[in-house]
């Protein structure tokens, strides 16, 4: 029977849009009043079958897992140029990918470095692959995904001090980079958005150069895991509770503070001088309220900013390109906006 269910589970993935909408109907899931997209809820249907959200998996199985899915169901993006090269960490020289448009004229380009998610435990380069990509070729501009250390091999505070060195890196190295000292935007989802936010209070408590832009597509930016949305979501299969307080733990520790701004930006007692935000946050993600929380604090701290909801989404969609249309859209509105921003 599970083998059925699977089966027409990986049916309902793959089929078009309008026709999951058809077979679901009725029942596509309604949680604090936000109905999911179908091809989401299919997702997360499938997701649910094969791993039970109260039981995380080992960090080497979290880690085949995410690339795994990702490798079956994001959708390449060959249209770009691409070169690996090493920025300085905190504690010596870091993987990066070089992603440059290939209409793209010689010498320096605005620049976005890229931080990717996976609860500081897993993700790379390559899980991120194609969606730096595609920021690449819908902008115009230049990305740098950047490989910071991971737990628990390296925990906190290993993923931010890669993080603020990398940033650095993008000035002394600007030529040599190819970056456009001048519009440099900085960005990441999930815990990447984490390590972007954390980067920019860091760097308003140092009086350092800010970044021209910053990109968080649903970050997590609130360690006490207590929002409306946390708890209504809490058994969600992409995930749960159960896994962010697990990512939570292998990054930090238990001596860690996961209320100091570092870890939690949203606890930060200024935002102020930050640069323009986009904000993307997902309807059927356990983090929709803190990113939203987190958009409104930069805003009222003066910053500029984009909030951009889609109420039907469920945590990590936009690596998801080949089974959810609405990611595209997702993503060309980021594009669109960054483009505008760092390129005027």
């Given at each position: 029977?599970?083998?059925?269910?699977?089966?027409?589970?990986?049916?309902?993935?793959?089929?078009?849009?309008?026709?999951?909408?058809?077979?679901?109907?009725?029942?596509?899931?309604?949680?604090?009043?936000?109905?999911?997209?179908?091809?989401?809820?299919?997702?997360?249907?499938?997701?649910?079958?094969?791993?039970?959200?109260?039981?995380?998996?080992?960090?080497?199985?979290?880690?085949?897992?995410?690339?795994?899915?990702?490798?079956?169901?994001?959708?390449?993006?060959?249209?770009?140029?691409?070169?690996?090269?090493?920025?300085?960490?905190?504690?010596?020289?870091?993987?990066?990918?070089?992603?440059?448009?290939?209409?793209?004229?010689?010498?320096?380009?605005?620049?976005?470095?890229?931080?990717?998610?996976?609860?500081?435990?897993?993700?790379?380069?390559?899980?991120?692959?194609?969606?730096?990509?595609?920021?690449?070729?819908?902008?115009?501009?230049?990305?740098?995904?950047?490989?910071?250390?991971?737990?628990?091999?390296?925990?906190?505070?290993?993923?931010?001090?890669?993080?603020?060195?990398?940033?650095?890196?993008?000035?002394?190295?600007?030529?040599?980079?190819?970056?456009?000292r001048h519009k440099i935007g900085v960005g990441g989802d999930s815990a990447g958005a984490n390590l972007t936010a954390s980067l920019?209070?860091?760097?308003?408590?140092?009086?350092?150069?800010?970044?021209?832009?910053?990109?968080?597509?649903?970050?997590?930016?609130?360690?006490?895991?207590?929002?409306?949305?946390?708890?209504?979501?809490?058994?969600?299969?992409?995930?749960?509770?159960?896994?962010?307080?697990?990512?939570?733990?292998?990054?930090?520790?238990?001596?860690?503070?996961?209320?100091?701004?570092?870890?939690?930006?949203?606890?930060?007692?200024d935002l102020s001088g930050q640069p323009p935000a986009f904000v993307l946050i997902a309807g059927h993600d356990p983090l929709w309220?803190?990113?939203?929380?987190?958009?409104?604090?930069?805003?009222?701290?003066?910053?500029?900013?984009?909030?951009?909801?889609?109420?039907?989404?469920?945590?990590?969609?936009?690596?998801?390109?080949?089974?959810?249309?609405?990611?595209?859209?997702?993503?060309?509105?980021?594009?669109?906006?960054?483009?505008?921003?760092l390129q005027g």
């Amino acid at each position: 029977m599970k083998t059925l269910k699977l089966i027409w589970a990986l049916m309902l993935v793959r089929m078009p849009s309008g026709l999951a909408r058809y077979f679901w109907d009725a029942a596509l899931p309604v949680r604090m009043g936000r109905r999911a997209d179908p091809k989401a809820a299919s997702v997360a249907q499938l997701v649910g079958l094969v791993r039970d959200p109260n039981q995380p998996p080992s960090v080497a199985e979290s880690r085949v897992q995410m690339a795994g899915v990702v490798a079956r169901f994001d959708r390449p993006e060959p249209q770009v140029q691409r070169r690996d090269v090493t920025l300085p960490g905190a504690a010596g020289e870091r993987p990066a990918r070089i992603y440059r448009p290939l209409d793209a004229a010689e010498g320096p380009l605005p620049t976005l470095l890229y931080f990717h998610g996976g609860g500081w435990v897993q993700g790379s380069l390559d899980t991120h692959d194609a969606l730096c990509a595609k920021l690449a070729r819908r902008t115009g501009i230049q990305v740098i995904s950047y490989s910071y250390r991971l737990a628990p091999e390296h925990p906190f505070p290993a993923a931010p001090d890669d993080v603020m060195a990398a940033y650095q890196a993008l000035y002394a190295q600007a030529e040599t980079l190819g970056v456009d000292r001048h519009k440099i935007g900085v960005g990441g989802d999930s815990a990447g958005a984490n390590l972007t936010a954390s980067l920019l209070w860091s760097l308003s408590q140092d009086k350092r150069r800010m970044p021209a832009a910053q990109l968080l597509f649903y970050p997590a930016v609130d360690g006490r895991l207590t929002t409306p949305s946390i708890k209504a979501f809490a058994d969600h299969p992409l995930l749960s509770l159960a896994r962010i307080e697990g990512y939570l733990d292998l990054y930090l520790g238990p001596e860690v503070d996961r209320l100091q701004p570092r870890v939690s930006p949203f606890l930060a007692p200024d935002l102020s001088g930050q640069p323009p935000a986009f904000v993307l946050i997902a309807g059927h993600d356990p983090l929709w309220d803190e990113g939203e929380a987190y958009a409104k604090r930069l805003e009222e701290a003066g910053s500029a900013v984009t909030l951009a909801r889609f109420e039907g989404q469920v945590h990590g969609f936009l690596n998801l390109t080949k089974v959810i249309p609405e990611a595209d859209v997702a993503i060309d509105q980021a594009a669109a906006w960054l483009r505008q921003v760092l390129q005027g």
